[in-house]
């Protein structure tokens, strides 16, 4: 079977933390940021056991839960909105009862983190591969050196759970950007894709990229791009028994405030959702 992340005893959890923190702020983390559960689908006896996950092409390590890393940390059923109940050092982040059955939607969010750009070509592969819009001659023209930068970024992170029947609907959390699944992938047929919208603020992202990685029951990832309609709609071509992660980056000049404390002339925001498509019997 193959084992997405990297976990630990949690004994090892708070040394591990003081260890791994280093890592959590190099260039590196221009990656994808996920939550990565044990099971997509349970029933009510089982637990829901959620990681956080960083790292590249739906492979990865799990981070233990750092409050002062978190902006929200949230499950989302139909009795409501409530605060994962996660302590300082906990890997995994969520290790909870599920409340009641349906389709649940864990959210999480980080706080902003910084990172410079010693090399120009390191950024201009993140705009190139996000597909971000920022040519070298823009940047020059902000007077902006082409090395010594920084860009504050911050993730913005879902995951669609199915707990028992797994019925109900992804909804708008409020997330300054965020993918919304338009269909639930454990119970509607997904024969032509799974809808998905994205929004930046109160605004759908008309013709904006949205990156696919598919993983197959043997761990293989593929990687495609889709981009998004008028009404800020892509479906994804899906495959049962397959796990996707969906993602999207915006990128813009920080607030004024926010460039002062950081001393970032780029901001970035990443939008991600994950979910698994059941095994057809």
Do not use: C
């Not at 349970?42 to 960083?54: E, G, K, P, S």
């Not at 959210?107 to 597909?131: G, M, P």
């Not at 993918?179 to 992202?205: C, E, K, M, S, W």
């Amino acid at each position: 079977m193959y084992l997405p992340v990297f976990t630990l005893s949690k004994a090892y959890n708070i040394l591990f933390s003081i260890a791994i923190l280093p890592i959590m702020t190099l260039p590196a983390l221009a990656h994808e940021l996920w939550l990565e559960p044990e099971q997509y689908q349970i029933d009510l006896q089982t637990r829901l056991v959620v990681n956080i996950v960083n790292g590249q092409k739906f492979r990865g390590h799990a981070l233990p839960y750092l409050p002062n890393k978190a902006a929200r940390f949230d499950l989302v059923t139909s009795a409501g909105v409530s605060a994962v109940p996660a302590r300082a050092g906990d890997r995994p982040a969520l290790d909870m009862a599920p409340i009641g059955a349906g389709l649940q939607v864990l959210v999480y969010q980080a706080e902003n983190s910084t990172l410079t750009y010693r090399e120009w070509e390191k950024f201009q592969a993140f705009v190139e591969h996000k597909d971000l819009g920022i040519s070298r001659e823009g940047h020059l023209a902000r007077g902006i050196p082409e090395v010594g930068f920084k860009e504050v970024y911050s993730r913005y992170s879902k995951v669609l759970l199915g707990v028992l029947n797994a019925t109900g609907a992804d909804v708008r959390v409020g997330l300054e950007t965020e993918l919304v699944a338009l269909a639930n992938p454990y119970t509607d047929n997904l024969t032509h894709g799974l809808p998905v919208q994205l929004f930046y603020r109160a605004d759908i992202r008309a013709h904006t990229q949205i990156e696919v990685f598919d993983r197959d029951d043997e761990g293989n990832v593929s990687l495609s791009v889709q981009r998004t309609n008028a009404d800020g709609i892509a479906h994804i071509a899906v495959t049962s028994g397959h796990t996707y992660m969906l993602d999207s980056v915006v990128l813009r000049q920080p607030d004024a405030a926010l460039a002062a404390q950081t001393g970032a002339v780029y901001e970035s925001l990443w939008a991600n959702l994950t979910f698994q498509v059941p095994a057809s019997d």
